[in-house]
């Protein structure tokens, strides 16, 4: 019996060894953003819209991420990391007038390119759903978002 106890000590301290030595200290931070050059600043959409883009696309494509818990563990905290710092290089909706300058054409283009990506099943992607449950919208979402985005990008092109 004292073996067996012994073993287990041995096996809860190894355990915590290898926990502590995969933890990693540095914190995930969300860059501050001007108030007015956001998405819903500019283009004002509505609370449905706003909601599906909060749910569905703000951790990656914006400065409002929700970090989870495990963005702590090192086999983790790189991918989550660099997934969202790639998605904030390609769209942020945080600094919406940052990224497309105020530029009719380019806000057209990428609502539009947003709305397609929704529709293909690409975004949000399957990997981040699979974690995360309740982002990946509904058809009637992807349908309201999607006219939403191309009435507006018909709007923003006619200017």
């Given at each position: 019996?004292k073996?067996?106890?012994?073993?287990?000590y041995?096996?809860?301290?190894?355990?915590?060894?290898?926990?502590?030595l995969s933890?990693?200290w540095s914190?995930a931070?969300n860059?501050e953003?001007e108030?007015?050059?956001?998405l819903?600043?500019m283009l004002?959409?509505?609370?449905?819209?706003?909601?599906?883009?909060r749910?569905?696309?703000?951790d990656?494509?914006?400065?409002?991420?929700?970090w989870?818990?495990?963005?702590h563990?090192?086999p983790?905290a790189?991918?989550?990391r660099r997934?969202?710092?790639?998605?904030?290089?390609?769209?942020?909706f945080?600094?919406?007038?940052m990224?497309?300058?105020g530029?009719?054409?380019?806000?057209?283009?990428?609502?539009?390119?947003?709305?397609s990506?929704?529709?293909?099943?690409?975004?949000?992607?399957?990997?981040?759903?699979?974690?995360?449950?309740?982002a990946?919208?509904?058809?009637?979402?992807?349908?309201?978002?999607?006219q939403?985005?191309?009435?507006?990008?018909?709007r923003l092109a006619?200017?």
């Amino acid at each position: 019996m004292k073996l067996s106890r012994k073993r287990t000590y041995w096996w809860l301290i190894i355990v915590a060894a290898l926990f502590s030595l995969s933890w990693s200290w540095s914190v995930a931070e969300n860059p501050e953003s001007e108030p007015n050059g956001t998405l819903e600043a500019m283009l004002h959409p509505p609370s449905p819209v706003e909601t599906i883009l909060r749910e569905s696309c703000y951790d990656c494509h914006s400065n409002s991420t929700h970090w989870p818990w495990f963005v702590h563990f090192r086999p983790f905290a790189s991918k989550i990391r660099r997934d969202v710092e790639d998605g904030r290089n390609k769209l942020n909706f945080s600094e919406w007038r940052m990224q497309t300058g105020g530029n009719a054409q380019l806000e057209s283009r990428t609502l539009a390119t947003s709305c397609s990506l929704m529709e293909a099943g690409m975004m949000p992607p399957h990997y981040y759903t699979y974690v995360h449950p309740g982002a990946a919208p509904s058809s009637a979402e992807v349908k309201r978002f999607c006219q939403w985005a191309n009435a507006e990008a018909n709007r923003l092109a006619a200017r």
